[in-house]
């Protein structure tokens, strides 16, 4: 089959969030699947749960894409984060080392955030309707003003200048392989792939969740998005996003 995404790229000076613009669009016109909306500049570039999303006007990557992933039930919706994740985590591993995927869906280098995503679905009949997958990725911006504890760029880790267009080019490749993968019902894959790559994979660290302070393991996720982490006494916990902290220097 064919390439599906960035089969269409539309290039925006400026916009609030390209999130907003991909949404618009989707209610006004008829947009393909697998259409991508770049900003040079996003005024106002949101993350997880209200998070602001910093990034120099034309330094960097921020863009969203379009997905009609009607063959996907509501339960399973954290696959197209899966997807998504490893088509950037494959784009982007040949130039940083020590990268890995962040749960639920952040991209770190070493202990620091190299880029994040945002998905927003539509649902209907049980089933994902659209998705608008926002991808924000740091290139070539070196200084970073806002209260975020630990950004990185690609040219902050390796003193190189890069393309930000080739960059492109590759991390839509990379997320067309795997949406296709999942189009074709290779889910096992994608899992495998997944979780090989997760951040602090069977290392002990420490956890809050709910006051509590916890030494835990992080083993998986499951089937519904959940992080799977069996603490040091050996019972499993599963939480949802914003349920647990990953606490730094420990």
């Known amino acids: 089959m064919d390439k599906i995404i960035g089969n269409s790229i539309v290039r925006l000076s400026q916009t609030d969030s390209t999130n907003n613009y991909a949404n618009s669009q989707i209610r006004e ?47 399973r919706q954290f696959m197209l984060s899966k997807v998504v994740a490893l088509g950037v985590y494959e784009a982007l591993n040949k130039y ?3 990268l890995k995927i962040k749960w639920p869906n952040d991209i770190y280098a070493g202990n620091q955030k190299l880029g994040g995503i945002l ?91 709910e006051d509590e302070i916890f030494e835990g393991m992080i083993v998986g996720v499951n089937e519904i998005g959940q992080l799977q982490i069996r603490r040091l006494d050996g019972k499993m916990l599963e939480f949802h996003f914003k349920e647990v902290e990953f606490l730094q220097n420990t």
């Open 119 to 209: 998905i927003e679905n539509s649902i209907m009949y049980g089933l994902l309707k659209t998705s608008v997958a926002g991808i924000g990725l740091n290139i070539n911006q070196t200084v970073f003003r806002s209260n975020a504890p630990n950004p990185v760029s690609l040219k902050g880790l390796t003193n190189e200048h890069f393309d930000c267009d080739k960059i492109l080019t590759e991390v839509l490749s990379g997320i067309d392989h795997f949406y296709m993968l999942l189009r074709n019902g290779e889910e096992d894959e994608i899992n495998r792939e997944f979780i090989s790559k997760l951040y602090r994979l069977n290392e002990m660290h420490q956890f809050r969740a």
């Open 96 to 98: 940083v080392d020590l």
């Open 29 to 75: 016109t008829d947009v393909s699947e697998g259409t991508v909306f770049l900003a040079y500049e996003q005024t106002s570039g949101r993350g997880q749960v209200a998070n602001f999303w910093e990034s120099e006007p034309g330094q960097n990557l921020t863009f969203s894409l379009v997905l009609y992933p009607d063959f996907i039930e509501i339960r």
